[in-house]
């Protein structure tokens, strides 16, 4: 069995990429926060919604890294 082997600039890529999301994420919460007139309490207590929120992000940038990735590759095997 062949080991995969992940090297460090990749790591740090998607950790960038999933920080990105996660600022997104805040981002939206704040807007939320203004929007409704909401307590900033919120900013601290709906933390865990964010998290999810960034990860959903990430995924969806995930699926349009490798969508867009195999489009590409399509394009130049014709």
């Given amino acids: 069995m062949k080991d995969i082997i ?3 600039e990749s790591i ?3 950790l960038k990429i999933w920080l990105i999301s996660f600022l997104i994420a805040l981002i939206l919460n704040v807007i939320a926060i203004i929007l409704y007139d909401a307590s900033w ?3 601290i207590t ?3 919604y964010v998290f999810v929120l960034s990860v959903v992000v990430f995924i969806i ?3 349009l ?3 867009i990735r195999n489009i ?3 394009l130049k095997k014709l």
């Fill in 6 to 8: 992940i090297n460090k």
């Fill in 12 to 14: 740090q890529r998607e």
């Fill in 41 to 43: 309490w919120e900013l």
């Fill in 46 to 48: 709906e933390l865990h």
């Fill in 61 to 63: 940038i995930f699926l």
């Fill in 65 to 67: 890294k490798i969508t």
């Fill in 72 to 74: 590409m590759g399509f």
